[in-house]
Nanobody, 121 residues
């Protein structure tokens, strides 16, 4: 009942930038935390960055200083600005929302389909 659609992935050379966007839609009552996770082949899915409804952010150590997460609460969107990209950043990036739907007050996690980010050397 909460749909997340990512966009902005693609191929970029090392040192370049990409901006990922995620739009949440559906029977949303409230979105607590939104964030980005990534998963490379053979690796676990890991948190990249998250942001609370109040604007508090959390970043993986590997991306601190390079990535910036932001959100627009009115539009239910979250954005990940990725600068100084490295080949090790290559992964499928998934949008996540910890949200409550209209019919159920409790918060649950919802996931987007993922968008591919490939950083060439």
């Amino acid at each position: 009942q909460v749909q997340l659609v990512e966009s902005g992935g693609g191929l970029v050379q090392a040192g370049g930038s990409l901006r990922l966007s995620c739009a949440a839609s559906g029977t949303i009552r409230y979105i607590n935390t939104m964030g980005w996770y990534r998963q490379a082949p053979g690796n676990q899915r890991e948190l990249v960055a998250s942001i609370t409804s109040g604007g508090s952010t959390n970043y993986a150590d590997s991306v601190k200083g390079r990535f910036t997460v932001s959100r627009d609460n009115a539009k239910n969107t979250v954005t990940l600005q990725m600068n100084s990209l490295k080949p090790e950043d290559s992964a499928v990036y998934y949008c996540n929302a910890n949200a409550a739907i209209r019919s159920i007050w409790n918060l649950d996690d919802y996931w987007g389909q993922g968008t591919q980010v490939t950083v060439s050397p």
